[in-house]
Every structure is written in structure tokens, then in C-alpha cells.
């Protein structure tokens, strides 16, 4: 893996972090695998790595446009975390193959809803208090973001950004900030677990990363000034091409 390709491919996916809020790795793993041919489990822990300094240059850049909504991007990082260290401790044991064909299915339906339904929150101040329920429920999306991006090797905005936006009231660009910023120590937390069995590369990690900090500011800038409308259909569909990835590439792989 020579460090020219591995930049190339941070600075691509950078620009995709930083535009749809998302860690990049459902773009960032097949590239491992297919044409750098990394091994399935050393590629998703590899991500990992690469998506921490990629969503830390994305939420910097979104936090100074204000759309880091600080309060849940702390509580769903803090679960995510423990999230994390449940999704290492199970990517040994889970078929790959269900686990990719269900995470499909979600990120579909989670693809229409956005896709038919553009309407957007008015914004997420009335949700940054801690209330019991809306504590809750930012709890549980940052368990399901870290096991997510530990079995996966994605950072979780694919799944959290929706989240924010359906079931919190959040603007588009509002999710896409705070997921990024509860990403950083998410995936931070996935990279170390995954490397105490020596998967993670952490070179070729840093070496993507630093191609992502290049990209995802400029992503992160086109996306202030793209209709919220429209960058909520780019990113529906962008989880329906991630999905057809993902059953696709389970279809070819033995059920463990």
C-alpha cells in the first residue's frame, strides 16, 4: 500500500465526511479490501483510525459554523464509547453476513424516510437539555453508533445522522456536526480495542487521516451552502449505494 494511493483515498473519503457528516468508512473499507487488498477485519480497524482525524477535521469545521450541538454530542459519544468496547468484543462471533444484510435493510429504510420525507427539525436547542427521555434516547443512539462502528468499521454517522434528524428535530447540518464530533473518541476507542488484537494498522491509518484532514473541510464548506433538501436526498442516497456494498459483499463471503 503505497502512501500516494492511501492519501488519495483519505482526501476522497475526507471530502465525503465532511459534506454528509458521515465517518466515510462505508467508502474507506471496500477500498482496503477491493484494491488494497487488506484483509476484511484489518480494513474495518484500519478505518477506524483513519476516521478519527477525518471527523475531527470535519466537526472542527462544522463547530466553527456552529452546528456542534455540544450537550448531546457529549452523551452519545460517552455511550458510544461503552458501545464500542460491546462491538469489539462480538466481532469475533457474529456472522458477518447477517449482521451486513440487516445493517442493509436499516440503512434502506432509513434512505426512504429521508428521501420521501425532507421536511427537516426547526433546530435542536430545545433538545440539548437533559431531560429523561431525550437523555435516553441519546444514550441509546450512541450504543448503537459504537457497536455499530466496532462490528462494522464505519464510524456510526450513517445510522446517527438520520437519527438526529428523524427522531430529534435536528437540521441536517446540525446532525452531521454533532455526529461528528461524538465520532472522534468513538472511533478513537474502536481503533485501540481492534489494535490490542493487532488488526489495526496504524500507519496506514495516519496516512489516510491526514489525506481526510485535507478533504473534509472542503466538504464540510460545500455543505453550508447546498440546500438542506437536497443534501439530505445526496445522503439518502448514499446509503442505498452502501447498502447494495454491503449485501453484495456478504453474498460472496462464507457464513461464519
Known sequence: MSIPRLAAAGVAVGLLSGLLGIGGGVVLVPILVLLMAMAQKNAQATSLAAITLTALAGAITYGIAGDVVLVPAA??????????????????RMSERALRALFAVVMVAVALRMAL?????????ELAHLDPLVLLGYVGSGLLMGLLSALIG?????????????????????????????????????????????????????????????????????????SEVWLQRLFAVMLVVSAVQLVLRARRRPTR
Open 75 to 92: 452523551v452519545v459519544a460517552g455511550a458510544g464509547m461503552v458501545g464500542t468496547v460491546l462491538g469489539a468484543e462480538l466481532v469475533h
Open 154 to 226: 464505519i464510524g456510526g454517522g450513517i445510522v446517527m445522522v438520520p437519527l438526529l434528524v428523524i427522531g430529534f428535530g435536528f437540521t441536517p447540518h446540525e446532525a452531521q456536526g454533532t455526529s461528528l464530533a461524538a465520532m472522534v473518541p468513538i472511533s478513537l476507542m474502536g481503533a485501540w480495542r481492534h489494535a490490542r488484537r493487532g488488526y489495526t494498522d496504524w500507519r496506514a491509518g495516519l496516512v489516510l487521516g491526514v489525506g481526510g484532514v485535507v478533504g473534509a473541510p472542503l466538504g464540510a464548506a460545500a455543505a453550508q451552502v447546498i
Open 117 to 125: 420525507a425532507p421536511e427537516v427539525g426547526s433546530g435542536a436547542g
